[in-house]
């Protein structure tokens, strides 16, 4: 072999061996250039995982607060149409009261029988219509005092009835689909008060 064969083998060898080198390095700078890439890959998938939760967060926190509001909505037209009557319901009492206060007058001729009658008839009419209505009367004669039904007017000391129970109903309460509206006005019994015997 002549040395020029010699040089171009020696320079082919090292050729050989500086683009071996340059395929590592390249290789070497793809794996690292992969490894960032992958990285990179993986921060951004992390992030758009948390996006996507927070997202998801906020759209259950918005189904919800739309399902809130639905109940609300419904149950204040629920409440609007069963209570819609109040007002009139607590005008109309002053027409009962009257058509009751009528009818505990005494009759003295035949002319008032036929009108109490009248009245009665009346009366038991425009009760029944209150009570289609759902507007009922509370008539707590004998019950126990309840102070979220009835407005005691007068304690009396009584011996014929249970001390705390109503003895006398002085006008009638009502309600309205179960909401009070006007509470019973009563005079309450109380026990006797104990005698002190001022001779001893």
């Not at 960032?36 to 967060?57: F, G, I, P, W």
């Not at 689909?177 to 309450?188: E, H, K, M, S, Y």
Request: charged share 30%; no cysteine.
């Amino acid at each position: 072999m002549s040395n020029n064969e010699e040089l171009q083998n020696t320079e082919d060898q090292v050729s050989g061996d500086t683009q071996e080198q340059a395929e590592q390095s390249a290789a070497a700078e793809q794996e690292l250039s992969f490894e960032e890439q992958t990285e990179k890959l993986a921060a951004e998938l992390e992030q758009a995982l948390q996006e996507a939760e927070n997202h998801k967060d906020v759209a259950i926190r918005a189904k919800a607060e739309s399902e809130n509001i639905r109940r609300r909505a419904e149950r204040e037209i629920t409440n609007a149409s069963k209570f819609a009557l109040e007002r009139f319901a607590r005008e109309i009492l002053a027409v009962v009261d009257s058509l009751e206060k009528a009818l505990e007058l005494p009759v003295e001729h035949d002319a008032q029988k036929s009108m109490r009658e009248g009245i009665e008839l009346t009366y038991k009419l425009l009760v029944d219509t209150l009570n289609k209505f759902n507007i009922e009367q509370i008539a707590p004669l004998g019950d126990a005092f309840d102070p979220g039904l009835h407005e005691a007017m007068v304690m009396q000391e009584s011996d014929e009835h249970e001390p705390n129970s109503v003895m006398h109903v002085i006008q009638m309460g009502y309600s309205l689909n179960g909401r009070l509206i006007r509470p019973a006005r009563v005079i309450v019994a109380k026990g006797k008060s104990p005698q002190i015997d001022e001779k001893a």
